[in-house]
């Protein structure tokens, strides 16, 4: 799927208690968010630098399509830069970005549903697909957790694989991710809880992780 | 909520106190803290989640491409509070200096005509077009509807007898 292996980690993921609220705000994302709502590019384009690998990897655990990641980040941010301007309050800013990549990625499953009809009469192939699958032949590790995870996501409803999927691959907490989908937190809680539930179940991707842990 | 029979916290209760990211209260809170087994269990799954993250971080490539924003839009576009009222004006001003400057260029004089004036779009005389317009403001149907109407033949009946035909008048209305 890719060539090369990034693995850092400065992300997010671990440093959140699980299931808590998310962190306070850095001040100086505060600044620059309200610096960018007031038209100042410079302040976005920080921004950009800030998120660009979050919403890049969010949008990839979705189409495991390196161009198609490629792409739509690029009209996620294309968008947010046309919208910053509503942006209130500057802790909404992160949930409005993934929101905007959600539906963005919902867009484009859209678009290739539509597109498979006409391909599906005309015999087109879908371009771009083969070479990654040969780049992921070469990094079989890979393959294998995109698989296994792709099996366990099929176990889940479309609300708990989101969530679980916000939750625990974006590494948002309960309310950006109640922020992100326009659901309460009881409601965003009660799929995560039913996912976490399956995941629990999940023998093989759990003994696969194992194999993976130092 | 309720414990499991070894009287260690269900696997749900566990899961449970993990999306809520707290202990759970009551009995299950204070087993949980006293009991290393459960909390052993909690943590486990917990690493579980976590490891699925990085490994999911591992397995993603980096963005390769620097996102190129679209230059700012033209200042005239973000005159916000003025809005579609602004640019509608601006359009039925540009409308108006259309047909007020350029309309007469392409006005020309009937060769004979002794000045009516045609339209660049028509090309028919005034004259012309007001006999149309009379002609169809006193009967809009075409010659061949007009020869079988009942007006064309208003010799065989005059109003009164269309009327009478149409509305009998009854001696027994009621009326006389």
């Known amino acids: 799927m890719q060539d090369t292996l990034h693995g850092d980690s400065q992300a997010t993921g671990s440093g959140q208690e699980e299931g808590g609220e998310s962190p306070a705000m850095d001040p100086r994302l505060i600044a620059e968010v309200r610096q960018a709502a007031a038209g100042d590019r410079a302040a976005f384009e920080s921004l950009i630098g800030r998120y660009q690998g979050e919403i890049f990897r969010m949008v990839y655990y979705r189409t495991l399509s390196r161009m198609d990641a490629e792409d739509i980040t690029q009209d996620v941010f294309i968008k947010a830069f046309r919208g910053v301007e509503t942006i209130r309050d500057p802790v909404m800013f992160k949930p409005w970005l993934y929101r905007i990549a959600l539906n963005a990625v919902n867009d484009f499953y859209r678009k290739k549903r539509l597109r498979s009809i006409f391909t599906l009469f005309s015999g087109d192939r879908e371009e771009g697909q083969a070479p990654e699958e040969d780049r992921a032949s070469e990094r079989l590790e890979r393959k294998e957790f995109w698989g296994w995870l792709g099996k366990f996501l099929t176990r889940l409803s479309a609300a708990e694989k989101e969530v679980f999927r916000l939750k625990y691959l974006d590494d948002l907490g309960i309310r950006e991710i109640a922020e992100v989908l326009g659901k309460n937190e009881s409601t965003v809680k009660t799929h995560l809880y039913r996912a976490v539930d399956k995941f629990r179940c999940e023998k093989e991707l759990c003994g696969f992780l194992k194999e993976e842990k130092p | ?176």
């Open chain 2, 1 to 176: 909520m309720k414990q499991d029979t070894t009287g260690h916290l269900s696997p749900e209760e566990l899961v449970s106190s993990l999306v809520d990211g707290k202990d759970p209260g009551g009995p299950a809170g204070l087993h949980l803290q006293a009991c290393p087994e459960c909390r052993l269990e909690r943590q486990r799954i917990l690493e579980d989640l976590r490891a699925l993250g990085r490994k999911a971080r591992d397995c993603a490539p980096e963005p390769a491409r620097k996102i190129v924003l679209p230059s700012r839009e033209p200042a005239w576009s973000r005159l916000q509070p003025f809005g579609w009222a602004l640019g509608a004006g601006f359009a039925a001003a540009a409308a108006a200096a259309v047909i007020l400057f350029l309309a007469p260029v392409h006005q020309d004089t009937v060769p004979g005509g002794q000045g009516r004036v045609v339209t660049a779009a028509g090309g028919m005389s005034d004259a012309a077009l007001m006999a149309d317009v009379s002609r169809l403001t006193e009967n809009a149907l075409p010659d061949a509807y007009a020869e079988i109407s009942p007006e064309a033949s208003t010799d065989a009946f005059d109003d009164d007898e269309v009327l009478d035909f149409v509305v009998p008048i009854s001696d027994d209305d009621g009326l006389t």
